[in-house]
């Protein structure tokens, strides 16, 4: 585990003039993002479902211009970002919409909005069990792998993929149970603490090996930080680090070979080409 901790010099060298596609940016984390981002001085493109929340806001004397999709398809931009995200903590009427209504639309969401976009922000479930949250769990340890898998791959075409998983957060999403969670004195997040470690993944890499972040450790690819407390800490590198010790010397080569098989192959999930076959 790595304490990451954040140099704001390094934003405003390293944010400034870029390029950024936000997903969910009229509320919660991803307005903390966009206007972080901003003040940095980046150029923020976001999207909501929210519509009308998210043209009622201003950021200062920033020019506000809608974007199509084909006008984005062209622009070059330097980062994607995913901070959407659904929990249904319904009623028993809730549940009455149809079989697994509600838990396909945590999967419409949560997992397949991930896969379809970039690198992306979610819960402590990306990679801790969490009781009562069966479908939502699984959506967010399904975006985990999507960022370790895609990771192996976008690496070596210079994309850095990473996944922030928060602890709870005072957003809407806990409007129902926030407060009995506080009275507990449990730790919390806001909106801000989360919007940090996307900065800082967004500029450590940019920044260099000798004025980076403090205790970053580069590149940073492939990471996975939670945050607790209002503090970010990155824990994929250490997992890795200690993989021949919780899976086994034998099992971890065998698991590097079957690795290197699988992309040898290509993407085996559309038909291996007849070359490849074996």
């Not at 940016?25 to 923020?44: D, E, K, P, R």
């Not at 895609?150 to 409007?175: D, E, F, G, Y």
């Not at 939670?226 to 086994?248: F, H, N, T």
Request: hydrophobic share 40%; proline share 4%; charged share 20%.
């Amino acid at each position: 585990m790595t304490h990451l901790q954040a140099s704001p010099s390094i934003f405003t060298t390293t944010l400034h003039s870029l390029v950024i596609v936000l997903t969910g940016g009229a509320a919660g984390i991803g307005l903390a993002t966009v206007t972080s981002f901003i003040s940095h001085g980046a150029c923020v493109i976001f999207g909501d479902v929210q519509d009308s929340l998210g043209e009622e806001q201003r950021h200062g004397s920033v020019p506000r211009q809608r974007i199509s999709t084909a006008m984005l398809r062209v622009m070059q931009t330097n980062l994607h970002c995913v901070t959407v995200g659904k929990s249904l903590f319904g009623t028993e009427s809730d549940w009455r919409v149809g079989p697994w209504a509600r838990e396909l639309a945590e999967v419409e969401i949560n997992l397949k909005g991930a896969h379809l976009d970039g690198e992306d922000c979610k819960r402590i479930a990306g990679f801790k069990e969490s009781a009562g949250l069966l479908v939502y769990t699984a959506t967010k340890h399904g975006v985990v792998g999507i960022v370790r898998g895609l990771h192996l791959s976008a690496i070596k075409q210079n994309i850095r993929l990473n996944v922030v998983c928060p602890w709870m957060m005072k957003t809407s999403m806990a409007a129902s149970w926030g407060q009995a969670w506080c009275d507990r004195n449990l730790p919390s997040n806001e909106p801000e603490d989360v919007a940090r470690p996307i900065l800082i993944y967004a500029s450590a890499n940019r920044a260099g090996r000798e004025v980076s972040h403090p205790s970053v450790i580069l590149p940073f690819a492939g990471k996975i930080v939670w945050v607790g407390g209002g503090e970010s800490y990155e824990i994929e590198d250490r997992l890795q680090a200690l993989e021949l010790e919780w899976l086994g010397k034998d099992n971890s080569s065998v698991s590097v070979k079957g690795q290197e098989f699988l992309e040898e192959m290509g993407d085996w999930s559309k038909g291996v080409p007849a070359e490849k076959k074996v």
